[in-house]
């Protein structure tokens, strides 16, 4: 049974930081395996954030850029987001993602969500 599980959310300033956590269980990564963070604020869609590879490569909602770091420790099983200079407009809830190809093909897995608001 694979879990992921999501930590490090919560209610910071504008202007401050966060790092998330995503901690994976029942799973053991392959190398086609992509990991990310997704984000969906009140009456909008769930857009991707960020997204990393096993060989290391990366992609960043341009919304983002230059602000957030998506980071795994595969020997850990675990994938970071690392959110600085947060904004307003960054709040929402944020999920872990992992895709990969089984036997049936594509799949993909979730977490819960983990809360992050940034107001003052």
């Known amino acids: 049974q694979v879990q992921l599980v999501e930590s490090g959310g919560g209610l910071v300033q504008p202007g401050g930081s966060l790092r998330l956590s995503c901690a994976a269980s029942?799973?053991?990564?392959?190398?086609?395996?992509?990991m990310g963070w997704y984000r969906q604020a009140p009456g909008k869609q769930r857009e991707l954030v960020a997204r990393i590879s096993m060989g290391g490569s990366t992609n960043y909602a341009d919304s983002v850029k230059g602000r957030f770091t998506i980071s795994r420790d595969n020997a850990k099983n675990v994938v970071y987001l690392q959110m600085n200079s947060l904004k307003p407009e960054d709040t929402a809830v944020y999920s872990c993602?992992?895709?990969?190809?089984?036997?049936?093909?594509?799949?993909?897995?979730w977490g819960q969500g983990t809360q992050v608001t940034v107001s003052s």
């Open positions: 993602n992992i895709g990969r190809y089984e036997l049936s093909g594509w799949r993909e897995y």
């Open positions: 029942g799973i053991i990564f392959r190398i086609n395996d992509m």
